[in-house]
């Protein structure tokens, strides 16, 4: 049991500083209005009759791929940094969000 906790703060950690590492990356502001009008097509995509259901669905897609052992891990990374980096594109166009 102590060893599944330590894994899940080791794991937190992880994903902590991957999300950090995306946040922090600088995005042209280019770049950063092209990623933010793809988002934009996703989230119009998404709105349907049920707004939240259609999050709930799109983002449980993404997390089935952690349970895949070993790959699982790879992808919890990469989403992070995903994550971190829209953040990071959300503040180069918009950087009264940096308050």
Do not use: C
Not at 57 to 78: C, D, R, S
């Amino acid at each position: 049991m102590k060893k599944r906790i330590l894994l899940f703060f080791v794991f937190l950690g992880a994903f902590t500083a991957a999300f950090s590492i995306g946040a922090q990356m600088q995005v042209p502001e280019e770049e950063a209005k092209m990623f933010l009008d793809e988002f934009n097509k996703l989230l119009d995509s998404l709105k349907g009759e049920n707004f939240g259901l259609e999050i709930f669905i799109h983002n449980t897609e993404i997390a089935l791929a952690m349970f895949i052992p070993g790959f699982g891990i790879v992808w919890g990374l990469f989403s992070a940094i995903s994550t971190g980096y829209a953040f990071a594109a959300l503040n180069t166009t918009k950087p009264i969000l940096m308050n």
